[in-house]
């Protein structure tokens, strides 16, 4: 039975857990010298003019990890998704202290979105209008390889899961360049998320449990969310990765409902499309940062920081709405819609800056 306890009370406790242990890791993060310092650190995407600490997943993570160990029935599953959210973390501390090649993170991101697929959370299938069953399946080739207890790998559905996890973790990272954007559009998600894991939670117990785990999460991120709103005292930092990897999880998790991510996420989504094409259209990694994001090119445009976070607020919020009340093939289309806008939208900014540096 759905009651306060069972989703309120999560949310609640992991929001008070990030409340009281963010002010905690500013301290921690100010003796260990896990500061973001504009003047030391170089990054061509910073935009922030004063030194502020890093190292916000801990605090997120200790909501998150805690919370649930603390509601939820303790299993494989849980405990390999708790472990990938726990690494993720850490290894973005130590890239928050020294810095760490994106390569080197990115494999960690493969080895953390690892766990979870070893533990069962696996995209079987997505929405496909052209088919006679409205389905495209993965689930038909199978290797007879047991790892951590799971007795086969289901190649192409494991593969885009990882795939799906390592994507998401560093897309929505990238919203981060702006003062509580990210973790405003990351509540909006995980609740989106939890409302819709609701509708099965009456036959499903999984669809339950999937619900209370995101409205954990969607708790540690608004308990983040007062301490990086401008002007931000702290940072997510690489240890914000987690956010992503729950979200991504959760996703897959609530009956394969990534397309509901997808369509709550569009905007950061579609940005971090268009930011890595052009990258590669200009002969340059996809891995290494500019000033060419949505939130830059906003900036640019005399837009202020609570007012871009704000916008990618509203957006998300009208995308979660849109998203509970669209069937699958509706979300689909309403992607394909929102790529060509907001597309269009990038590439119309983008020439106007361009025009504007020129004429400089």
């Given at each position: 039975m759905i009651s306060v306890y069972t989703l309120f009370f999560p949310f609640l406790i992991a929001f008070i857990l990030v409340i009281a242990t963010t002010p905690v890791m500013i301290s921690v993060?100010?003796?260990?010298?896990?500061?973001?310092?504009?003047?030391?650190?170089?990054?061509?995407?910073?935009v922030h003019t004063k030194p502020t600490p890093r190292g916000g997943g801990v605090p997120i993570g200790i909501g998150i990890i805690l919370t649930s160990l603390l509601f939820l029935p303790i299993d494989r599953t849980l405990v390999l998704v708790l472990l990938g959210a726990s690494i993720a973390v850490l290894v973005g501390v130590l890239d928050d202290k020294y810095d760490l090649s994106p390569y080197a993170r990115l494999i960690s991101n493969f080895f953390v979105a690892l766990l979870p697929v070893f533990g069962g959370i696996t995209i079987l299938f997505i929405t496909n209008p052209a088919s006679?069953?409205?389905?495209?399946?993965?689930?038909?080739?199978?290797?007879?390889?047991?790892?951590?207890?799971?007795d086969s790998v289901i190649l192409m559905a494991d593969i885009l899961s990882l795939l799906w996890i390592v994507w998401t973790m560093n897309m929505l990272n990238w919203s981060t360049g702006v003062n509580g954007q990210m973790p405003g559009i990351a509540a909006i998600a995980a609740i989106t998320i939890g409302f819709l894991s609701l509708r099965f939670s009456q036959l499903d117990e999984a669809s339950l449990r999937t619900a209370q785990l995101s409205f954990i999460t969607a708790g540690a991120v608004a308990g983040f969310l007062p301490f990086n709103f401008p002007n931000a005292r702290i940072f997510p930092g690489y240890g914000g990765t987690i956010i992503g990897f729950m979200l991504a999880v959760l996703s897959i998790h609530a009956g394969t409902k990534v397309a509901t991510a997808l369509l709550v996420m569009a905007v950061p989504t579609i940005d971090a499309v268009f930011t890595i094409m052009r990258r590669i259209a200009a002969a340059r990694s996809p891995f290494r940062g500019d000033r060419g994001h949505l939130h830059h090119l906003l900036l640019q445009k005399g837009f202020k920081v609570w007012q871009i976070a704000i916008f990618y607020?509203?957006?998300?919020l009208l995308l979660g709405i849109i998203a509970l009340t669209l069937s699958s093939t509706q979300k689909l289309f309403a992607l394909i819609a929102l790529a060509i806008v907001i597309g269009?939208?990038?590439l119309w900014l983008s020439y106007l800056?361009?025009?504007e540096t020129t004429k400089a």
């Amino acid at each position: 039975m759905i009651s306060v306890y069972t989703l309120f009370f999560p949310f609640l406790i992991a929001f008070i857990l990030v409340i009281a242990t963010t002010p905690v890791m500013i301290s921690v993060a100010q003796r260990f010298k896990l500061i973001d310092d504009p003047k030391i650190r170089k990054h061509p995407a910073i935009v922030h003019t004063k030194p502020t600490p890093r190292g916000g997943g801990v605090p997120i993570g200790i909501g998150i990890i805690l919370t649930s160990l603390l509601f939820l029935p303790i299993d494989r599953t849980l405990v390999l998704v708790l472990l990938g959210a726990s690494i993720a973390v850490l290894v973005g501390v130590l890239d928050d202290k020294y810095d760490l090649s994106p390569y080197a993170r990115l494999i960690s991101n493969f080895f953390v979105a690892l766990l979870p697929v070893f533990g069962g959370i696996t995209i079987l299938f997505i929405t496909n209008p052209a088919s006679p069953n409205g389905i495209l399946s993965f689930d038909n080739l199978r290797l007879p390889l047991g790892v951590f207890g799971k007795d086969s790998v289901i190649l192409m559905a494991d593969i885009l899961s990882l795939l799906w996890i390592v994507w998401t973790m560093n897309m929505l990272n990238w919203s981060t360049g702006v003062n509580g954007q990210m973790p405003g559009i990351a509540a909006i998600a995980a609740i989106t998320i939890g409302f819709l894991s609701l509708r099965f939670s009456q036959l499903d117990e999984a669809s339950l449990r999937t619900a209370q785990l995101s409205f954990i999460t969607a708790g540690a991120v608004a308990g983040f969310l007062p301490f990086n709103f401008p002007n931000a005292r702290i940072f997510p930092g690489y240890g914000g990765t987690i956010i992503g990897f729950m979200l991504a999880v959760l996703s897959i998790h609530a009956g394969t409902k990534v397309a509901t991510a997808l369509l709550v996420m569009a905007v950061p989504t579609i940005d971090a499309v268009f930011t890595i094409m052009r990258r590669i259209a200009a002969a340059r990694s996809p891995f290494r940062g500019d000033r060419g994001h949505l939130h830059h090119l906003l900036l640019q445009k005399g837009f202020k920081v609570w007012q871009i976070a704000i916008f990618y607020w509203a957006i998300s919020l009208l995308l979660g709405i849109i998203a509970l009340t669209l069937s699958s093939t509706q979300k689909l289309f309403a992607l394909i819609a929102l790529a060509i806008v907001i597309g269009g939208g990038l590439l119309w900014l983008s020439y106007l800056s361009e025009e504007e540096t020129t004429k400089a």
